[in-house]
Every structure is written in structure tokens, then in C-alpha cells.
């Protein structure tokens, strides 16, 4: 089992910044895609952004220039820096990680941590 473990939600003003974590941690496995996607209430879950082990990256067009992601030295973390905050971008942020365990690929998320942008 690989666990995800999601910190640095809150709320921000219009305009203000904010940094979400997730470190993965668990027995033998081999991160293959990190990523973040949103669900704002009444709204399907959406990717927002990823990176893959290679450092491939890819945003969805609603927060590229706004929101970069990136890794941690040990590769098992990933971080979302989001700028410029908008207050569409209020949604719970989970955390998700395609991984390789054991010759098999498993999919992965995060308990969610709330981003609220309002004044």
C-alpha cells in the first residue's frame, strides 16, 4: 500500500498564493505520475496538474502561468505553488500517484485538503 498524505490547504484572498504538499511514502514502489486534481461542489473532479518521473509536466488550461509543480529531492514529494489565486479555484485539492508495485501499476489519492478563495 502507498499512502498520500496532503498538507498547506486554507484560505487565501483573490490575487494571494498558496503551496500544497504531498509526500507519498509506503513499501517498494516506483513513482511512474504525480499529480493534483480539484473538486468544487456540484463539479466532477478535474486534473489541474502533474508531472511525470521523467519531469514531464502538464497543466490544465485554467491555471497554466498561474500554478507550477514541482519535486521534491526525494521524488517521492510534489508540490503545487499556486499563484495569483482566483476564486474559481476554490475546490478540495487531492493529491493522486501512479505508481509501480511489484511489477503492477496502482493508482492512488490523498484525503483531500480544502483551498478557499474569498475575501
Known amino acids: 500500500q502507498v499512502q498520500l498524505v496532503e498538507s498547506g490547504g486554507g484560505l487565501v484572498q483573490p490575487g494571494g498564493s498558496l503551496r500544497l504538499s504531498c509526500a507519498a511514502s509506503g513499501n517498494s514502489f516506483t513513482i511512474n505520475v504525480m499529480g493534483w486534481y480539484r473538486q468544487a461542489p456540484g463539479k466532477q473532479r478535474e486534473l489541474v496538474a502533474s508531472?511525470?518521473?521523467?519531469?514531464?509536466?502538464n497543466y490544465s488550461d485554467s491555471v497554466k502561468g498561474r500554478f507550477t509543480i514541482s519535486r521534491g529531492n526525494a521524488r517521492n514529494t510534489v508540490y503545487l505553488q499556486m499563484n495569483s489565486l482566483k476564486p474559481e479555484d476554490t475546490a478540495v485539492y487531492y493529491c493522486?500517484?501512479?505508481?509501480?508495485?511489484?511489477?503492477?501499476?496502482?493508482?492512488?489519492w490523498g484525503q483531500g485538503t480544502q483551498v478557499t478563495v474569498s475575501s
Open positions: 508531472i511525470a518521473s521523467g519531469g514531464i509536466t
Open positions: 493522486n500517484a501512479d505508481v509501480t508495485r511489484w511489477g503492477q501499476i496502482h493508482n492512488y
